[in-house]
Nanobody, 117 residues
Framework: QVQLVESGGGLVQPGGSLRLSCAAS????????MNWYRQAPGKQRELVAA???????NYPDSVKGRFTISRDNARSTVYLQMNNLKPEDTAVYLC???????????WGQGTQVTVSS
């Protein structure tokens, strides 16, 4: 059973930075695509960053240039560096990872990010 555990959320002022981590517990797992989503109250879940096993990344315009996704395959971990944070970035951030054969998708429990002065 794969468990993903996020960390690094918190309260930050506008313009500040946070780095989120999402690690698979237990043994080393091989994942294909790894992703970060966010969900704000009353809004749909939104994909904010994706990275393939080969390191190709993708971002929506809302975070492009501010967020950077990276991964450490040896540690089965994905990161999200968030810079120049804005109040509208406030949400629960969740990571997901697809199995190597793309058949299964695993989810973390989420970590709260609040951007406020």
């Amino acid at each position: 059973q794969v468990q993903l555990v996020e960390s690094g959320g918190g309260l930050v002022q506008p313009g500040g930075s946070l780095r989120l981590s999402c690690a698979a517990s237990g043994r080393r797992f091989v994942f294909s695509t790894m992703n970060w989503y966010r969900q704000a109250p009353g809004k749909q879940r939104e994909l904010v960053a994706a990275i393939t096993s080969g390191g190709i990344t993708n971002y929506p315009d809302s975070v492009k240039g501010r967020f950077t996704i990276s991964r450490d395959n040896a540690r089965s971990t994905v990161y999200l560096q968030m810079n120049n944070l804005k109040p509208e970035d406030t949400a629960v951030y969740l990571c997901s990872a697809r199995s190597a054969d793309f058949r299964l998708e695993y989810w973390g429990q989420g970590t709260q990010v609040t951007v406020s002065s």
